[in-house]
């Protein structure tokens, strides 16, 4: 979806900041594989704090430029993820409260500030096994939608929800114009 909704943005000469997905790179740049992420290990758990601090980093960086940004992932993503473990009792609760305590909600709050969130309802048609992250069960996959809930809320985020199959990119598209 995000490939036409900046597609649409693009026909319409509204420039935007794309800032492309961080994971993939950092998955290899520490010799992950997919079936790494079946447990959160230490190194997942080490994996997903870093990724925290690089969207961070990325989103501080676009958010200095006079263009709106248009990204898939967020700074809130890890914790979801982390949050969505912890449920499952992979990890420890004081894991999602490190991962927290990382953050300063009110600098996350003035940079996401004018940020039009999406949480895309969850949807197994759409999931495929891409070699880099491990299929989830639509039970899973319900329960980090949850998840995703929880973190949005506890951040004070507002957001939509949506569903990819159903939304028209040029329905989200709207959302810059």
């Known amino acids: 979806m995000l490939s036409h909704v900046h597609d649409i943005l693009k026909q319409r000469s509204i420039q935007v900041e794309v800032v492309e997905e961080l994971a993939r790179g950092l998955i290899t740049e520490m010799g992950l594989k997919q079936e790494d ?3 959160f290990t230490p190194p997942v758990v080490q994996f997903q704090m870093t990724l925290l601090k690089r969207y961070l980093e990325k989103h501080k960086a676009v958010a200095s430029t006079c263009c709106p940004m248009l990204s ?11 949050d969505w473990q912890a449920a499952k009792g992979q990890v420890p609760r004081t894991v999602v409260e490190e991962a927290w305590s990382l953050l300063d909600l009110q600098e996350l709050k003035e940079l996401y500030e ?6 895309l309802m969850p949807d197994p048609t759409l999931c495929k096994n891409d070699g880099t992250r491990m299929q989830s069960s639509p039970q899973d996959l319900e329960a980090l939608f949850q ?13 939509r929800e949506c569903s990819a199959r159903k939304e028209e ?9």
């Open 114 to 119: 004018k940020t039009s969130f999406l949480l």
């Open 72 to 82: 898939d992932r967020s700074t809130f993503d890890q914790l979801a993820y982390l």
């Open 37 to 39: 992420f079946t447990h």
């Open 147 to 159: 998840a995703f809930r929880r973190v949005l809320q506890r951040a004070g985020v507002s957001y």
């Open 169 to 177: 990119p040029s329905k989200v598209a709207q959302l810059f114009i």
